[in-house]
């Protein structure tokens, strides 16, 4: 799912989304909830209206955006304490006031409000955390005044330690919930201690029910984590990446500034199908010239990246449809590292779900 702020994506509308194929993208709470506000929204038709969007949609809880971006948010039993970025007094995001916002908002998927911890803090606070989330999720589940056409995840918490991040999926199964969705993870952890966290939660969470990897998308992230059993991801990657000049390819990522780029001719990806590299025909030498100068370049780089991360995902789904999933996987390894020099954590991971990069 690429990642919209304020109802759009940064560079890109609607109708280019729909073009590349994209079925469903998130929009945060915490900018649309403020402005223009869940009331207005109502009036609006709801946020798919709102934006011309007729595909799904989904949105966080808020809570993740306000304990990152405000350094002021305070925690406590009854929500997420907060001072207004508008008129600096002090706001309060309960789990139901988020479902409220959530609900005039109208996506397809919404989100529980969680107790939102670093994965780069440990002891008591994640245990707290962790049982706040269910709790919290209960309060959720009660002020869901939609759940005929909204579907409200869950999020596993439990930071880096395995026993309370079992515990909190084991807690979150016993609910009637449409899908489950794995938070904390991804914020500066080693990688070793990600999959871990990963592996172990989908052993827990039912495999006939969406599974949502929350912040991750890095291509080989994205490759490694649905073969340990995840379904869903969102990441500002490709979107950002693309405004410091960077496109994804098979082989990596090309940094378009890079001087060598100024007499090379060829487009980003001669078998990306994105209009930026088919249609147009832009080579990387003209992106060279006006990227991080021009909102254009910008523009026409994120077509690239989204249509890349999209095409890795469909070809992910054909390749386990096809039961090839484990041959695409080497072949994506060895593309991005030929000298096979694989990440260890990969390698490891990799092998506990039986796919051995090395072995042909
Ligand atoms: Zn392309």
């Not at 309060?139 to 909204?150: F, G, V, Y």
Request: proline letters at 6%; a neutral charge; glycine letters at 8%.
């Amino acid at each position: 799912m690429p990642v919209g702020t304020q109802g759009t994506l940064k560079g890109l509308l609607p109708e280019q989304l729909k073009r590349l194929g994209c079925n469903i993208m998130l929009g945060n709470t915490y900018h649309l909830g403020n402005r223009p506000g869940p009331e207005l929204m109502k009036k609006a038709g709801g946020l798919h209206e709102f934006m011309s969007w007729d595909r799904n949609l989904l949105t966080d809880s808020g809570g993740f955006q306000m304990v990152s971006l405000l350094k002021l948010a305070k925690i406590t039993e009854e929500g997420v304490e907060f001072q207004s970025p508008h008129d600096e007094t002090m706001m309060l995001l309960t789990p139901e006031r988020s479902i409220e916002i959530q609900n005039a908002l109208g996506a397809d998927i919404i989100m529980q409000l969680d107790d939102v911890v670093s994965s780069l803090v440990s002891g008591p606070r994640v245990e707290e955390a962790m049982h706040r989330t269910v709790r919290w999720l209960d309060r959720c589940l009660k002020a869901h005044s939609r759940p005929h056409d909204q579907n409200l995840f869950p999020i596993v918490q439990g930071g880096l330690n395995a026993n309370l991040r079992r515990q909190c999926a084991e807690e979150l199964v016993k609910r009637d919930v449409p899908g489950f969705a794995i938070g904390g993870l991804s914020g500066g952890e080693e990688k070793h201690a990600f999959w871990k966290m990963v592996t172990l939660s989908t052993d827990v969470l039912p495999k006939e029910k969406p599974r949502y990897l929350m912040g991750v998308g890095f291509p080989e992230d994205l490759v490694v984590c649905a073969a340990l059993g995840c379904d869903m991801f969102d990441c500002v990657f490709p979107t950002r990446t693309a405004r410091f000049g960077t496109a994804l390819v098979p082989t990596g990522q090309l940094n378009l500034k890079n001087n060598k780029f100024a007499t090379d001719f060829r487009p980003i990806d001669e078998n990306c199908p994105c209009s930026t590299c088919k249609e147009y025909k832009y080579t990387r030498a003209y992106l060279h010239t006006i990227v991080t100068y021009e909102s254009v370049a910008c523009q026409l780089l994120t077509i690239h990246n989204i249509a890349y991360q999209l095409n890795l995902m469909l070809s992910i789904h054909e390749s386990i449809k096809q039961d090839k999933f484990p041959e695409f996987i080497k072949d994506f390894f060895k593309k991005l590292y030929p000298k096979e020099n694989y990440p260890k954590w990969a390698e490891e991971s990799l092998s506990s779900v039986n796919v051995h990069l090395r072995e042909r």
